[in-house]
């Protein structure tokens, strides 16, 4: 199955949640008749209940809706309208730059439950499939069995992992593991954190300091800072992010679970809300089930 089949199919419950209902309001929108005319009131709330109820959230559907009602319909179908508006949500987001320090470093961070530990170890494949030369760091050394759970999941993707036993300064986790990949000619250093809530300025300060390390030993280094959202937690995942983004700056988004949610817009409300790219999305609990965020198939895979 392709990306655009596996997108389909991750998105199954979001379609479901909304593609009849969408598919009734263009099809009245679009009439012959309706076309050369403004949208009318009726449209304008059903499709705002739609745009809301997939999560889009309110601040993104708001914009859609604005953009609908004061943009001259030119013969163009309300289908088209919405898509394009959509897809100029992501447009509007600078996707980051391409790494050229060697080894890149990717630290991954998130609440715990979202299934970063998993993510991280989906990542990496993902990257060795790409051609690179990852190495995993697990340097999530609070939570229990976190150690072992990358372990299990690196063995799987048969990469390597540097690993201390739990309890153990996760910054020295993370020296040890730049040390290696200067040895071993890697180009990919990615990074497991502790589960962190925003709320918890211990475990912020604990970031620093593994950002503080990476600085000493890789001075040059510009490090990614990779949230891992829950899709399933809808807009209370985006205020964590949000929270999250403003004492710490994110490079990007990894949404996993989509495939067990029907609020699949939410992949919109991130970036519309916080201007960070969405980078991946988790469909699945195969170690191949992480895949790269294409924008426009996803819209076409949400709306057709």
Known sequence: MGWLGRIREGLSRTTQQIVDRFDEIARRADEPERRSRPVDVETIEALEELLISADIGVAATDRIIAAIKTKSRNGTSLRGLVKQEILDVFAAVDHPVTVTHAPRVTLVVGVNGTGKTTTVGKLANLLKIEGRRPLI???????????????????????????????????????????????????????????????????????????????????????????????????????????????????????????????????????????VPVLFVGVGEGLNDLLDFQPNAFVEALFN
């Open 137 to 275: 760091c697990a340097a999530d050394t609070f939570r229990a069995a976190a150690v072992e759970q990358l372990e299990i999941w690196a063995k799987r993707a048969n990469l390597p992992v540097i690993a201390h036993a739990a309890g153990a300064d996760p910054s020295a986790v993370v020296y040890d593991a730049l040390d290696a990949a200067a040895a071993r000619g890697t180009d990919v250093v990615v990074v497991d954190t502790a589960g962190r809530l925003h709320t918890k300025s211990n475990l912020m300060e604990e970031l620093a300091k593994i950002r503080r390390t990476i600085s000493k030993r890789l001075p040059d280094a510009q490090p990614e800072v990779v949230f891992v959202l829950d899709a399933t937690t809808g807009q209370n995942g985006l205020i964590q992010a949000r929270s999250f983004h403003e004492s710490a700056p994110l490079s990007g988004i990894i949404l996993t679970k989509l495939d067990t949610t029907s609020r699949g817009g939410i992949a919109f409300a991130i970036e519309d809300a916080l201007k």
